[in-house]
């Protein structure tokens, strides 16, 4: 259980282009879900918070027009790169925290494969 | 500055060798969490330590939370080669802000040759 997912895996776009890329929570119902950027070999930032139903939280420096994010329902949040630029390039990810199960030490983010964007 | 602070950054070793990661910070955590990531992949958590002192064995694999619950360990015997991964320690709510918030440590990228 607790799988998340993401679409697409790969996208390679032109600059100026926006992109989408979906997070699904699989099997349960996601209170909060958040994104992170990772370049290689480098570890991840956080570059926001995702509450169903309410504005995503974003993390200082982080352009919020630059990078919406919809949170639509408790299993769906999307990031949306807009007008990418290859500095836009990079790992994103996504995770999800359970609505429902054992509360606490750090409610259990399960994490998504990745979507890989490179922009030309 | 780092909140979290992790040594070493790059760890290349051959199969059969022991290796130890640390994770340290001037504050004081009620948990953290060490994740292993393969690459092109999301972060596979491997254990949450909870209470100072605390000693986790996963297999080969044996993580420590310090006593002062502001540092911790991890410690892998005998490295395969499908030991190879990046390990990111990580702590919650970090700032108190947004619940359930993870800040990651740099990473360690560990190499293991066959």
């Known amino acids: 259980g607790a799988v998340v997912s993401q679409h697409p895996s790969r996208v390679i776009c032109k600059s100026g282009t926006s992109v989408k890329i979906e997070c699904r929570s699989l099997?349960?119902?996601?209170?909060?879900m958040f994104w992170y950027r990772q370049f290689p070999k480098k570890s991840l930032m956080l570059m926001a918070t995702?509450?169903?139903?309410?504005?995503?939280?974003?993390e200082q420096g982080v352009e919020k027009d630059k990078f919406l994010i919809n949170h639509a329902s408790l299993t769906l949040s999307t990031l949306t790169v807009t007008s990418a630029h290859p500095e836009d390039s990079s790992f994103y990810i996504c995770?999800?925290?359970?609505?429902?199960?054992?509360?606490?030490?750090?409610?259990?983010?399960?994490f998504g494969p990745g979507t890989r964007l490179t922009v030309l | 500055t780092q909140l979290l602070e992790q040594s070493p950054q790059f760890l290349s070793i051959q199969e059969g060798e022991n290796l130890t990661v640390y994770c340290n910070s001037s504050s004081v955590f009620s948990s953290l969490q060490w994740y292993r990531q393969e690459p092109g992949e999301g972060p596979v958590l491997l254990v949450t330590v909870v209470t100072g002192g605390e000693v986790k064995k996963l297999k080969r694999l044996t993580f420590q939370f310090g006593d002062a619950r502001k540092d911790s360990s991890l410690h892998i015997t005998a490295a395969q080669p499908g030991d190879t991964g990046l390990y990111l320690c990580?702590?919650?709510?970090?700032?108190?802000?947004?619940?359930?918030?993870?800040?990651f440590g740099q990473g360690t990228i560990l190499t293991v040759h066959p």
């Open positions: 995702s509450n169903e139903g309410s504005k995503a939280t974003y």
């Open positions: 099997d349960f119902q996601a209170t909060t």
């Open positions: 990580a702590v919650n709510n970090a700032g108190g802000t947004s619940y359930g918030k993870l800040t």
């Open positions: 995770s999800a925290t359970p609505l429902t199960g054992p509360r606490g030490l750090a409610d259990t983010q399960y």
